[in-house]
């Protein structure tokens, strides 16, 4: 299933998770630490990485998929992390598409997918699969300015958690969901992912990468992975990429 690397302090778990793909490291090979200096989050955000109370892990994985299909293993990678914290948690998982993790509308981790060249005919594709998940920290230990906007595990049910065990959950149930995806499809994923929608019919607004906002009613992803979106007047938008968020009027904790 390939090897383990576990670090105190690096930089950032996904940076040497790529070197290590990139030198030809198996299926499964993962790398975790107990600290990162610059964790990468999605959109060249950073991510705070409180130190020993949190899960920071990257997986590399070469799902038997066509290169078409990568961009959805972060939803799967999404779906992998939910079961695993439903089993722990009193706090049922939701998702907020493409990569939160979310508990009692509070962002409590994030999937960030980094993949190797997908051009037709790339040898030894990959995906490395990073995950950052709040576990045993308390409000006070995160940036001021995030505290209206996350939570852990531990705040959440009001005890600890073992990280090793929650990465080897976690690990395991990712490479379960990639087999299902590689022999079955992506249909039986994302109806396991939408019943888990945070933003299912709320309003909500993305903002694209020229800076323009659609705002409207979240309908969910299709089967492509393309988050689509209905404004008020009628007209449906699919949403590639980008910043997705909970409209100003419908905010309460959310980003
Ligand atoms: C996001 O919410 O934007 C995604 C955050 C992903 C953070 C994890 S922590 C482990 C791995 N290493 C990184 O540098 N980032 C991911």
């Not at 995906?127 to 998940?133: D, E, K, N, Q, T």
Request: proline share 2%.
């Amino acid at each position: 299933m390939g090897q383990i690397y576990r670090f105190d302090t690096i930089d950032s778990t996904n940076r040497i998770a790529k070197e290590l793909a990139e030198e030809g490291a198996m299926h499964g090979t993962a790398v975790i630490t107990n600290q990162q200096t610059g964790g990468r989050g999605r959109l060249g955000k950073r991510w705070e990485s409180v130190s020993g109370k949190g899960l920071y892990c990257s997986i590399i994985v070469r799902p038997d998929i066509l290169i078409e299909r990568y961009a959805q293993i972060t939803m799967v990678a999404g779906l992998a992390v939910a079961k695993v914290m439903d089993k722990c948690s009193s706090v049922k998982c939701k998702l907020k598409w493409p990569n939160d993790v979310f508990l009692d509308d509070r962002k409590c981790g994030g999937i960030l997918c980094e993949s190797s060249s997908l051009a037709a005919g790339y040898e030894a594709p990959y995906a490395v699969v990073g995950i950052g998940l709040n576990v045993n920290s308390s409000l006070l230990e995160f940036p001021l300015e995030l505290r209206g906007t996350v939570t852990s595990l531990a705040i959440e049910n009001g005890k600890s958690f073992e990280i090793d065990s929650l990465f080897t959950q976690v690990r395991e149930q990712l490479l379960m969901e990639l087999m299902e995806f590689s022999e079955n499809g992506f249909s039986n994923i994302l109806k396991q992912w939408k019943e888990r929608d945070l933003l299912y019919g709320r309003q909500m607004e993305c903002v694209g990468f020229d800076g323009s906002i659609i705002e409207g009613v979240a309908l969910g992803p299709d089967s492509e992975g393309q988050l689509h979106l209905r404004d008020s007047d009628g007209r449906e938008h699919a949403v590639l990429s980008g910043d997705v968020r909970l409209a100003r009027k419908e905010k309460r904790h959310s980003e």
